[in-house]
């Protein structure tokens, strides 16, 4: 027999209701040490309106973030604030490489320049271009978006991934 439901019922899992709300309301964290960030300042600015993806309230304290926007190149010394500032971030947290820099090293093929920062921190997306444009911000934010709602679990399952704890070299808490 059918089950007759009211009209304003809706039935769904609720991992797919708590990915839909995390989705939807990304809070970036800017890590932005070169010229991309310029493009990341013009991603947030009123031209390419960020808030209508739900991504717009940058934050600059990692507690209260749960999106890490890597822009421009990183260097050694500059990784042990990277990785701190990500472990600060809570779970469930996700991560954005953008530029050439941050995903490979880009030009600066040095012994100074970390050469990709997924070799310490797990990255999530990588926008390639130097520099990226906005446009092309926008959209790894609606791959991670729908890649949220995908693979997304009320708890957390999909970070305890082996490929999730790939970079061996992360710093232990
Ligand atoms: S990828 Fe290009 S634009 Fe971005 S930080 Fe590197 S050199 Fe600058």
Redesign the pocket.
Known sequence: MALALPDNVVIAKLDELVSWCRKNSLWPMPFA????GI?LMGTGASRHDLARFGAEVFRFSPRQCDLLIV???VVMKMLPVLQRIWQQMHEPKWCISM????SSG??FDTYSVVQGIDRFIPVDMYVP???PRPEQLIQAIIDLQAKIQREGTMYGREFTQPERQRPSRALRP
């Open positions: 040490t070169a010229c991309c493009e822009a421009g190149r530029g050439a820099c941050a880009g030009v271009g130097c520099p």
